[in-house]
Structure formats: C-alpha cells, structure tokens
C-alpha cells in the first residue's frame, strides 16, 4: 500500500504567545521555540503548525492581519523565521504557518486606503454596501454574535465582517485580490516553510447578500458563508499553487459536513487534510457529551474512509482543556481521551500542553482574561444568574483557558518566563510541568511518546480502515484498524466509572498482543468484560 508521510507522522501546535519567551519580556516568541526544538524532536512530533506570527495589532492575537509580509516584532524578525526554518529542517521537523486570508486586520494598508474613498483601489478587495433605508445590507449574524455588517460614517456605506469589526473580509470575487494573496503564499513557500494549516477556509465565499436567515437551512444562522458554492474555483487555484511546493495543507473547515468532506482532502481535493469542527460540541456549562463525541469521531471515520483524510485533534487555541471538558480533571481521564483520539484514521495533533494534561487556567477575576469576548459573555449570563455563577459560566467557554504559558518545570513563571507573562500561569505548574513529567514514567507525557511511536511503526494505525466495535455501552469507544498486513483494536472507556461490556466473538476470538494499557497486564478479552474507570489498551496482531 502506497503511504504519504503524513500518514505516519504526527503535528504539534505551537501559539507562539504562551510557548516560550527568549527575551524576558512576557511574551513567548521565535527564538523561544528555536530553543525548544530539541524537546519536540524529543517526544517524537514530525512537523508544527504555527498560530500567526506575522504583522497584527493582536485584535484576535495575531489572527488579524496587518501585514502579510512582516514579523510582529514582538515575535522576532525574518531572519529568526529563516533560523526556525532551518533548524527545524535539520532536526527533520517540518513547519506549518497559519495562513489567513478570510480577513484582514483594519488596519492593513488595503483596508485602510478602501476605506478613504470610494474610488480607492482597494475599494473592492472588501465588501461595502448599504441596505434600505440606510439599513445594513442583510439580516446576517456573524461569529462575533452581532451583525456582520459594521457602518463607515466617511463613505456612508457599511462592511461585512464575519469575526470581530476589526478583521473585515476579503472580497474573492475580485481577481485582484485572489492575485495579491497568490503572491503572498507562494512568498512563503519559496522562504522555505513546509505548508499552511488555513484558517476560516470554508468561509471565504458567501451568499448571495439577499439570502435571509430565516431561509437558511440546517445550522441556521452561518449557513450564508459556510461551503457557499463558488468556493471551489478558488480552492483549485490554491491547490494549484500547494502542489508546485508540495506542501501539507490542513484546512479549517467549520460547517464542511462529513458527506461534503470527502470533496476537499486526499489526492483529488483541494488539500491535504481539514480539521472537522463538529465534535467540539459542548454543553453550555463547558462539559461535554462523550457519547455524542464518539458518535460523531464515528461518523466522520466512516465518511471519511478510502483516500480521504482528516486531522486528528482534541484541542487547540481556541477550545477549553479536553481534561476539564470531557475529562474528569485527572490524569487517567487525558490518557484515555489521548489513546480514543490518536489512533483514528487521519494524522493526530497535540497543542501545546496536552501532552503532559495542563487543564483549563485558573484566572480569578475578568481582568485577567484577554479575550475580548469573555467580558460580554460575562455580562449576558449576569442578567439571569449570580454574580459567581456567571463568571464561571463565561470562564468555561473562554479561549483563555488553553492560552496560558507552558508550563515547562517548578521555577517562578513555570520557566515561560522570566517576568510576569502577558496572561496568568495556571498555578497548578509546579505538580504539572514538562521537566517533571519527563522524569514520571507513568506520566501523560509518556503515554503520548508511546503513542506517536506506535504511530510511526504502525501500519495499521497510519492507514488501516476504521471499523467501530459495538460493546454494549455508548460510552466505550473501541474500534479496530486493519491494514493489509496487520491490525489493532483500541479500546477505551471514556466514563469516570466502572462498565460492563460484552466482547463480539470475532475480536475476542483472535490472538492479540497487548501493546499498551492503563493496567500492567492489560485485560485478557473474553466475552463478559468489566473495564475500570478511564481504561485503554491497545492490541494488536
Ligand atoms: C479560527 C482561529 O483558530 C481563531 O483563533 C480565530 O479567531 C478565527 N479563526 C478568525 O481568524
Ligand atoms: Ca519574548
């Protein structure tokens, strides 16, 4: 069976602000990740995907672009870029850099010309328009909760926004645009870097501007920008470009339905792999649902089958700690959810942290969060419930929970720093830290080590087919990965509590090597089988 590397090979997300800072001013940057590439060569990862690090006023931390061609200096400089590239490369690491091209910054040079005149050049590189009556153009609610269309006193017109006011977004219909951003990928490309993790992809075309909510199906109040056809001409052109540099692109494609999936990965998509959004599904109070979790992961394997591929995830920048989320807040429940999720078909990710189970930040009040909606999501839950609640309530979702510095050993500012951070330590750093968690061999760390080896040496778990096995109890995941010459079965209870389970005759019946468990000896599988809490394992023959 021909295999691309990426199938054996295993990411890692870097967000540059809490990684590590070189410089001691608070903020982690370019030359602190230099610094810890041997730590990454170390647990094993083949390549990084970088959060944004270009030019930005750090509206949305970098996601808002003011220039695609520059370093925000707080980060460092070209040439520190070049430096990571090159050392990355020497250690056989590949870098991904974010690609964001939704939106940019409004205080990007072209927005801030198209917004002088209407007769700038740069006029239509955005939307601008007005609706009746001086009214916005439609009726369309953005990610931000509010209108996507923000008035411009100066040329009496508005612009669409689908993000914050301050990132409003590209026109694609303009081929000037498409031109400029063209120019700006491959301007990467050519420096070296290995691909893009793309952000916001699936948005990049919306409806027409007189498609009314109440006329949009399914997901309701996105639907007017997500997948929107006409999409396609633009991602072939990107694709286009990608592959003359043969570069891994891993698309976030939020509202990309699982049945729409398969059109844009493998060899005929528009890119190597995308992230689906749809098992983030929380409860409103940030716990969430392991049994719609698994059923959707199912799902998703199983549309996804054949050439077509996914990136694996549990957590990123912009979603709360898996272990307070899904988990328990224990270690055995981020081991459990690490070996569910890592041994799917598609190529697993870690951000930052997850490898030794950091759990969500500990801030105490709402000045010491940084993301800009926490505040208002704060006040919306004051109007129906006690102050204490409330907070708890808007702290849950906060983005701010997985953006805390690393916690890299015991030292003041868990060795992020050597002054105060630009967002509060979870004080927990001193129990959980990289340098301890190395010295534990029982520790999240090394399960995730033994993981991504079984990743590489695998053949079945890089690119066997996926089938689920039913147990008996929804809250089990177990399911099988066969290649050609070999299988693994992966079984997980993903409860805080004891289970029963009955093993189907043609899994038990078969002569399995234990490869890994969270008992020593493993469970030997017979018919009737009761699992501890956070139980894995993983067969194989
Ligand atoms: C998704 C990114 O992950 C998030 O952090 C950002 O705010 C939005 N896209 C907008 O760029
Ligand atoms: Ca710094």
């Known amino acids: 069976m021909k295999q691309d590397w990426y199938q054996s090979a295993v990411g890692y997300e870097i967000y540059p602000r809490s990684f590590c800072d070189s410089n001691g001013d608070g903020i982690g940057d370019i030359k602190g990740i230099i610094s810890k590439l041997a730590y990454l060569k170390d647990l094993g990862i083949d390549f990084i995907w970088i959060t944004p690090m ?3 006023p750090n509206v949305d931390n970098g996601y808002d672009i003011s220039d695609y061609y520059a370093i925000n200096p707080e980060y460092g400089t070209l040439e520190d870029v070049k430096d990571l590239i090159q050392q990355a490369h020497e ?33 239509d590189f955005y939307h601008w328009k007005k609706g009746k009556d001086n009214r916005p153009p439609n009726d369309w609610i953005g990610f931000s909760g509010l209108s996507t269309w923000t008035y411009d006193a100066l040329t009496d017109e508005y612009y669409f ?54 006329d949009s199906k399914g997901d309701g109040a996105y639907q007017p920008f997500m997948n929107v056809s006409g999409i396609e001409a633009y991602l072939s052109d990107m694709k286009a470009i990608y592959e003359e540099y043969d570069a891994l692109t891993v698309g976030e494609a939020s509202g990309v339905s699982s049945q729409e999936a398969p059109k844009w990965t493998g060899r005929n998509g528009y890119m190597t792999m995308l992230f689906e959004w749809e098992h983030n599904y929380r409860f409103e109070t940030g716990k969430g649902d392991v049994v719609k979790f698994i059923e959707i992961l199912d799902r998703w394997q199983v549309d996804m089958q054949e050439q077509r591929w996914l990136g694996l995830y549990l957590e990123n920048h912009d979603l709360p700690r898996i272990i307070d989320t899904f988990g328990d807040g224990s270690d055995s429940s981020a081991k459990a959810f690490a070996v569910a999720y890592f041994c799917l078909r598609g190529t697993p990710f870690i951000y930052q942290g997850q490898e030794i189970g950091m759990t969500n930040g500990d801030f105490k009040t709402l000045e010491e969060f940084n993301e800009p909606k926490m505040k208002r999501r704060y006040e919306s839950y004051r109007q129906l419930l006690a102050d204490k609640e409330a907070f708890e309530r808007a702290k849950a979702w906060s983005k701010d929970n997985a953006r805390t510095p690393m916690q890299w050993d015991a030292s003041c500012y868990a060795g992020f720093s050597t002054v105060k951070p630009w967002l509060r330590v979870n004080s927990q750093y001193r129990e959980k830290n990289i340098a301890l968690a190395q010295k534990d061999e029982q520790s999240v760390f090394y399960l995730y080590k033994n993981l991504i080896n079984l990743r590489h040496h695998s053949q079945a778990i890089a690119v066997g087919n996926y089938q689920r096995i039913l147990v008996g109890h929804e809250a089990v995941f177990v399911y099988q990965r066969q290649s050609q010459t070999e299988s693994c079965l992966i079984l997980v209870n993903l409860t805080a509590e004891k289970v029963s389970i009955s093993m189907p005759k043609v899994i038990r019946d078969k002569n399995w090597r234990l490869v890994l468990s969270s008992e020593k000896e493993g469970l030997k599988l017979k018919k009737s089988l009761s699992l501890p809490a956070y139980f894995y394992a993983v067969y194989q023959i």
Request: hydrophobic letters at 40%.
């Open 91 to 123: 250690m056989g690491i590949k870098v991904l850099f974010d690609l964001v091209v939704n939106h940019t910054s409004d205080q990007h040079p072209w927005f801030r010309d198209a917004k002088s005149s209407k007769t700038s050049p740069y006029r």
């Open 54 to 56: 270009y030019a930005s």
């Open 161 to 214: 926004h689908l993000f914050d006011q301050k990132q409003p977004d590209l026109n694609w219909k303009n081929p000037k645009l498409r031109q400029a951003i063209y120019d700006m990928i491959r301007f990467w490309l050519e420096l070296g870097i290995d691909g893009f993790r793309i952000d916001a992809i699936s948005h990049i075309q919306k409806a027409d501007w007189d498609v009314k909510l109440q």
